[in-house]
């Protein structure tokens, strides 16, 4: 069996460029069995089968590879440092320009806590948010900007006046607020970065990444970082040894260019 899968990496490194290798094998082949299982087949062979006549299991597929949890302001100590070390740091040096991207960014709601979070310092002309992910489905979820009421948990009260509660009993964010996100689907391991980033948000995400993939994806980020950018990762995620990738921490889980 572990041969087939190992064919069915290679398979799908060739028809899509993804490349399973990089993400740690227990947690991705569990997620992968148990899409074979749902689509009532028997092997990866006959899966592979499927997915190539089948262009709605292939796009399902692809959007399961992603682990989509999320919630607004979450780990809620880590975005008091932000405003209240980090954001005025990146002020003092870029005043109103900040170039700031939420990679893997899932249903939306990390980008969206750091334009309210910036509401505090900037008028909301001034802020402009990329937000990426993997998952063509969470994207459009986030576009359409509907939460639950337990997405909504951590959110500080005075950012309650940005969501409206709508008759199917979710909250949909201001669209004001939507307007200062830019989504777009993007491969961490595959893609290029964007370039001359002051903030980098990357959390929740490397967990699911062999070591292999870690230094990639961290190299990378340092290269995207502006001179004086900061790297904001997740709370199982600090970066041992992380002057290896040219970087120093000012706070937990916030890192600088070197």
């Known amino acids: 069996m572990s041969a087939d899968y190992e064919y069915f990496k290679l398979k799908i ?11 740690k094998e227990k947690q991705m082949k569990r997620r992968i069995d148990s899409l074979v299982k749902r689509n009532n087949c028997t092997s990866y062979e006959e899966y592979l089968k499927l997915l190539e006549k089948s262009k709605e299991r292939f796009e399902e597929f692809i959007n399961y590879l992603t682990i989509n949890v999320s919630e607004f302001f979450r780990n809620k100590a880590q975005w008091v440092i932000l405003e209240k070390k980090i954001i005025p740091l990146l002020l003092d040096y870029r005043k109103k320009d900040l170039k700031i991207w939420s990679a893997a960014c899932s249903t939306g709601e990390e980008p969206y806590s750091v334009v309210m979070l910036l509401t505090k310092f900037l008028d909301l002309s001034f802020i402009r948010i990329l937000a ?14 509907e939460y639950s009421a337990k997405a909504l948990e951590n959110l500080p009260v005075e950012f309650k006046k940005y969501f409206i509660l709508t008759d199917n009993n979710t909250y949909k964010i201001d669209e004001k607020i939507k307007q200062c996100v830019t989504f777009k689907q993007h491969d961490l391991l595959q893609d290029d970065f964007p370039a001359n980033c002051d903030l980098i948000l990357c959390r929740n995400v490397m967990i699911y990444f062999t070591e292999d993939a870690k230094n990639l994806l961290y190299r990378k980020l340092y290269d995207a970082l502006s001179p004086e950018g900061v790297l904001f ?17 000012i706070e937990n889980f916030f890192y600088k260019k070197a």
């Open 132 to 145: 990426t992910d993997l998952d063509k489905n969470a994207l459009i979820k986030a576009q359409i900007g």
């Open 233 to 249: 990762v997740g709370s199982t995620e600090q970066i041992i040894m992380s002057n290896k990738y040219g970087f120093y921490p």
């Open 13 to 23: 490194k060739q028809k899509t460029g993804i490349n399973l290798t990089y993400y």
